[in-house]
């Protein structure tokens, strides 16, 4: 078995019809009165990508986003050219534009830097982060909590991703905080890989979140940082025993 063998590459005939599908559904939002459109179909296909059960290296459309989102293909193709950037997109200059999709290598490559820059992220946030930040935190650890009690996948992924945006943006080094951000962008997926590899992965995680947590509100910095190394010591040691089912 190579190491380097692409994550769940299979091609589904329907990609697109879920993403589109995904994307069609009337969603609650905040008031997005005076955000650009390009912004709005930036959050909207963030958040398909991440959620309607695609795959990495599964193919989009740019015509059929735009026709799901009823807004032109221009501020469809920027919003692309950023999650791109961000490494959600891979484009291939001619051909398609696809669903990121990394080797094994590369998702343990960036565990690997993660649990260099995380855990500072962690001290740093644990001595700078805000009251309202903190009841933001405690708000989404809930959610994840909760997802567990219900068995709900989707609804502990998209706490998890809040948890995460949250440590970024009360980071008081934007750099870092936006560093780490996107690093997990470009894993996004390894979360369920590892979890189906290991469904117990799920309550495990959850329990290392929430000691991370319990050290920021005690404001306990190096007790933060030590839990998130765990945490991504954890992560790593999973993923690699996942390379025993592949």
Known sequence: MQHACRLNTLRSSNT???LEDYLS????????????????????????????????GDPISENGISKALGISRTPVRGAIQ???QEGFLEIIPGRAVTVASQTFVDVIDVVHIR???EPELVRLVTENISPSQIT???A?????????????????????????????QACPNKILGESVIQLRNR???MANVDTQSHPERLAECTQEHREILDAIVARNSNAARDAARRHLEAL???LLDSLRYE
């Open 82 to 84: 950023q999650l791109a």
């Open 140 to 168: 989404a650890m809930d959610r994840m909590e909760a997802a567990i009690e219900a068995d709900d996948r989707p609804a502990w992924s998209k706490a998890d991703a809040t948890y995460h945006e949250i440590l970024g």
């Open 236 to 238: 790593r040691v999973s």
């Open 16 to 18: 697109m019809g879920k």
């Open 115 to 117: 649990s260099l820059l």
């Open 136 to 138: 933001s935190l405690e």
């Open 187 to 189: 894993v996004h997926h």
């Open 25 to 56: 559904k009337p969603v609650s939002l905040p008031d997005r009165s005076g955000m650009l459109l390009r912004d709005l179909a930036y959050e909207r296909i963030k958040d398909a990508i991440r959620y309607a059960g695609v795959n990495p």
